[in-house]
């Protein structure tokens, strides 16, 4: 590593994960899943070490995910769920999103991929047995293959939520997440502190605060599906 750099920020647990076992310097971690159960740091309040950053709130947010789903469909039955298997901190997410699908009463159809290819295999599985939706968490791998999830709804009409608005603008039907903004603004502030002379150690994580849910009512109308108004009414952003 350069001896000129003097902090790093990443983003994927596995970025994060890589900084720590090679790095000296202080990271700024978001975007990891939970920092503590992947053991990135000791705990949220003492973080220990050279790592600090943002933390996430997936039980919450999947939770929360599932049931914005529910209410635009209430016929909810299965939901299939795409995450990467090869990232730690993704599979946890998913984890939690499995426990919020059952504590809902709704059916989970794991489709876990690890590389490009996964994805035929997860729609063939889709094909063969159908869900009512799909909830995509969100990593480099998925986000990369995001226009094949995309155009695989679409033809089979089927309603998607995602975890960033920014997926909800590029094609996808709805998303509930943090407010990417946000986040980034936070983790700004904490690499200025480090800079200044805090200590990563020293500096609590951060959860995020503000959260936005985005409708693409264009996507809604193409796969036949009429969003409520009381889903509308809480919509941050409605995309027409």
């Known amino acids: 590593m350069a001896s000129h750099v003097d902090l790093l920020i990443t983003s994927s647990y596995p970025a994060a994960l890589a900084a720590k076992e090679h790095a000296t310097v202080p990271i700024v971690v978001t975007n990891s899943g939970d920092p503590v159960a992947t ?6 309040g003492r973080p220990g070490g050279n790592v600090t950053g943002v933390s996430e709130v997936a039980t919450e947010l999947s939770a929360k995910r599932l ?8 016929n909810l039955r299965k939901v299939a769920m795409l995450w990467n298997t090869d990232d730690l901190g993704m ?7 499995d426990a919020a699908a059952q504590a809902l009463g709704l059916i989970v159809q794991p489709l876990g991929v690890r590389e490009p290819d996964d994805f035929n295999s997860a729609f063939a599985t889709m094909d063969h047995d159908p869900p009512d939706g799909i909830l995509m968490v969100s990593d480099a791998l998925t986000t990369l293959n995001r226009k094949r999830v995309f155009e695989y709804a679409a033809f089979h009409k089927l309603p998607a939520i995602y975890e960033y608005d920014n997926l909800v603008r590029d094609g996808g039907l709805m998303s509930y997440g943090p407010d990417g903004g946000d986040v980034l603004d936070r983790v700004a502030e904490l690499a200025t502190r480090i800079l200044k002379g805090a200590q990563p150690a020293d500096l609590p994580l951060e959860e995020p605060t503000r959260f ?18 009381s889903i509308l009414a809480r919509a941050d952003q409605v995309i027409e």
Not at 91 to 97: F, P, V
């Open 39 to 44: 053991r990135l740091v000791a705990s949220l």
């Open 67 to 74: 049931q914005l789903l529910k209410e635009t469909v209430p």
């Open 91 to 97: 599979s946890l997410r998913y984890k939690s999103a």
């Open 212 to 229: 936005i849910f985005a409708v693409n009512l264009k996507i809604a109308a193409e796969i036949g599906l009429t969003i409520p108004q």
